[in-house]
């Protein structure tokens, strides 16, 4: 599903990602996490396409197809959803209306029919519903005065609605409480099928315990400096970064 | 890949949608401007001698007048008012008693702007006085507006059929020599529209006026005229498209609005003429004059316009608050994307009492555009308890365009409350990539983006329009992004 090859990225000429390499299959999910800036995000938002990234080495393919030249809207439409780590507010865009114009971008790409507007209003609010989003929050505009966790739910709602073939969460857990984590792990995992992969970033272990990896990877210094199995979140937990991130010492 | 900014430098514009040019048999007067030529326009509609008296006291007077070439900020090339037919016709053997008589190629024009006259009638309810060039060619709707009264028709029936009416109000909002082009107007002006609603009369359908500059070479003087009695309301709503061609053509209409007591006019515009090609060619001038007077106590008037045509608009749609407790407001959106300029804003006088008046202007340039709000506020002496709040907000995509804000206020009463915002940004490319990171192209993303921008003012349209203005902002801004 996603190969990543000795990427290398630097932001204003300063190297942040020096050497990843992954290999993700479909069926599979991978935790990724690691200290703060260590460049857990920015490896999201290259795989995304954001711009401000230069991409200094390596390559990645995405279903077999070179990723890193393709439009972000491309990316999107052929099945990479990002949960972003901080969503952005888009004031005066209703929620419902942006969400639609998503969807119909994806199914237009796949050669399905677009969903009319009361048929969106339906499925949105079904999907909504699971995940603790009223009619209300669907009415304002896209993440505008949202709370932390109201715009990991919407994250979340989104992803129900594009279906993904890759998903890349970025703390979606960040700012959940108890209660509302269950409901998007249980979200995520509703997701996860043979055909789908996922690549879930988080400091806690708490969210894994809910969405069990296959793969877990510490992201330290811009590099994967240790991969292991659903084990490994436990053992960092007991001992932190520090051994990770300085080794020598 | 590059960022938006940088994806609006390599894009040419958009292809002009609605660039066709009609084929109708056109009677044209002589090229040029003199006392003939406007008694010759006087007898082709018939007129009577104090409107043709009217028309030369105007004309006299624009010749002493200058044209607004140095306070606005805007270049346009020099314009040959000798060169320019003041009057043509589509030729018709007899005024149409409905639309099967109209000429079928008009009709078909019209639906290549999808405003299929008989649709608009069966489905929307709307009565559309459509104006081909200077000749009203289809009036619709017009008996059941008659059974309450409510006059709506061209300025040329009303000057045979109203005259006194006409008499009383034409010029008494904008005076015949008020500015260059209103004088051009009012010496010239071969059509438009007029409207009255007797006392208490709500009127019961929105009226509409389709705009539609197609002879070749013939400058566009639309003069239009809507009374509200006492106790009335009206929601007027005026749209126009114009086909592609070369030359500039001049527009330059008047538009005058008065609300007595207790009454209120709603107009709404959609303004998408031809703005020139990606390079600046061609497009059309458009030098309007627009004026309410709430002459009467808690009189209102709301001017709503999404602008995203001409390639110059000098534009400012004011209001004289005469009336106590009257209400002025301005929502305006303006696009400019290429080549485009834009000098427009409102006016809002306060002479009455306890007057309120609301501005709010969104302006979005794109390209090379420039684009600037002016806007005045006054209060007089005797307007005790004037209110105005405006807000400007301007939005830039890419690095090459321009947008200025440059507010007036006069007040000469220090009991007004005066309020004023302003904003200047850069659309946002974190919204743009997280729109795009959904599946949504850069082009509808910065249309989203943009509407959401414009939400309040867009929001004020009548829902049928608020629809076609929200397709022309995504429309007028096709090839800012790549
Ligand atoms: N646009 C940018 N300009 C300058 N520096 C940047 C930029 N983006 C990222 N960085 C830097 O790159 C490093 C990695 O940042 P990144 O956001 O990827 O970290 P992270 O692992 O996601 O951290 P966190 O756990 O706090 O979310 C940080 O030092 C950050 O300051
Ligand atoms: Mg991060």
Redesign the interface.
């Known amino acids: 599903m996603l190969k990543i090859h000795d990427l290398h990225v630097a932001v204003d000429g300063t190297e942040i990602l020096n050497g990843i390499d992954l290999d993700l299959k479909a069926g599979e999910v991978h935790a990724i996490m690691g200290p703060n800036g260590s460049g857990k995000s920015t490896l999201a938002n290259v795989l995304a396409g954001r711009d401000g990234y230069d991409v200094t080495g390596g390559g990645v393919t995405f279903k077999e197809h070179d990723l890193l030249g393709m439009a972000p809207e491309e990316r999107a439409r052929e099945g990479l959803f990002l949960a972003f780590q901080y969503p952005v507010e888009i004031p005066g865009v209703a929620t419902t209306t942006f969400l639609k114009h998503a969807v119909n971008a994806v199914r237009r790409h796949r050669g399905e029919e677009e969903v009319d507007a009361m048929g969106f209003v339906k499925l949105a609010r079904e999907k909504g519903r699971a995940l603790g989003i009223d009619d209300a929050m669907l009415k304002r505009p896209v993440n505008a005065g949202f709370s932390g966790g109201e715009k990991k739910r919407l994250e979340t709602l989104q992803m129900a609605l594009l279906e993904p073939g890759l998903a890349i969460l970025d703390e979606t857990d960040s700012g959940l409480d108890i209660d509302a984590l269950k409901t998007v792990a249980d979200g995520v995992n509703a997701l996860r099928t043979e055909d789908r992969a996922m690549l879930v970033i988080t400091h806690y272990q708490r969210l894994l315990d809910y969405i069990v990896p296959d793969r877990v990877h510490v992201l330290a210094q811009g590099r994967i400096m240790r991969s292991g199995d659903k084990d490994l979140p436990a053992e960092l937990e007991r001992q932190g970064y520090a051994d990770l991130v300085n080794p020598a010492a | 890949?590059?960022?938006v900014s940088g994806q609006v430098e390599g894009l040419a514009g958009e292809q002009y949608k609605y660039g066709f040019v009609t084929d109708v048999e056109q009677e044209l007067a002589p090229r040029g401007l003199n006392e003939d030529i406007i008694r010759l326009i006087s007898e082709k509609k018939g007129e009577p001698e104090w409107l043709l008296e009217w028309r030369l006291n105007a004309y006299r007077g624009w010749q002493g007048m200058e044209e607004p070439r140095h306070w606005p900020k805007l270049t346009f090339e020099k314009i040959e008012y000798q060169n320019l037919h003041y009057y043509a016709a589509p030729k018709q053997q007899a005024k149409p008693e409905s639309l099967d008589e109209v000429d079928p190629e008009l009709l078909r024009t019209y639906e290549k702007l999808g405003i299929p006259l008989q649709e608009q009638e069966w489905l929307a309810g709307v009565a559309v006085d459509a104006v081909f060039d200077s000749v009203s060619v289809a009036t619709t709707f017009r008996e059941q507006l008659e059974e309450q009264g409510i006059i709506f028709c061209s300025m040329s029936e009303a000057v045979q059929n109203h005259p006194d009416l006409v008499r009383r109000y034409l010029g008494s909002v904008v005076p015949k020599t008020d500015n260059f082009f209103a004088a051009l107007n009012s010496a010239v002006f071969t059509d438009g529209s007029f409207v009255y609603i007797p006392p208490g009369v709500k009127c019961p359908m929105e009226l509409s006026t389709y705009f539609r500059i197609n002879a070749s070479e013939t400058g566009q003087f639309e003069r239009t005229l809507i009374v509200a009695d006492k106790g009335s309301y009206v929601s007027y709503l005026e749209g126009c498209t114009a086909p592609q061609r070369d030359e500039n053509q001049l527009h330059a209409a008047v538009v005058e609005l008065v609300a007595l007591d207790d009454a209120e006019i709603k107009y709404s515009t959609v303004q998408n003429w031809y703005p020139g090609d990606a390079e600046g060619r061609g497009g059309i001038y458009n030098f309007v004059t627009k004026r309410g007077a709430c002459r009467g106590k808690n009189s209102k008037i709301s001017w709503t316009q999404v602008e995203t045509g001409s390639a110059v608009t000098w534009k400012y749609p004011s209001c004289v608050l005469q009336g106590d407790n009257s209400v002025g407001e301005f929502y305006s959106v303006a696009i400019t994307n290429n080549h485009q300029q834009a000098d427009t804003g409102t006016k809002m006088i306060h002479i009455g009492r306890n007057t309120r008046s609301t501005i709010i202007s969104k302006g979005i340039s794109a390209g090379q555009s420039n684009q600037t709000y002016r806007g005045l506020v006054k209060v007089l002496p005797r307007g005790e308890g004037a209110r105005n709040f405006t807000q400007c907000d301007s939005l830039l995509i890419g690095g090459r365009c321009g947008a200025h804000t440059v507010p007036y206020v006069e007040s000469r009463n220090p009991d007004a409350q005066l309020e004023h915002e302003a904003t200047t940004s850069k659309i946002?490319?974190?919204?743009l990539?997280?729109?795009?990171?959904?599946?949504?192209?850069?082009e509808?993303a910065v249309s989203?983006?943009v509407?959401?921008?414009?939400?309040?003012v867009l929001q004020k349209l009548p829902m049928e329009f608020a629809v076609e203005a929200q397709k022309l902002l995504g429309i007028s801004l096709e090839g800012s992004v790549g």
């Open positions: 890949m590059s960022d946002d490319e974190d919204q990539f997280y729109c795009r990171q959904r599946g949504i192209d850069p509808e989203l983006v509407n959401g921008f414009c939400k309040d």
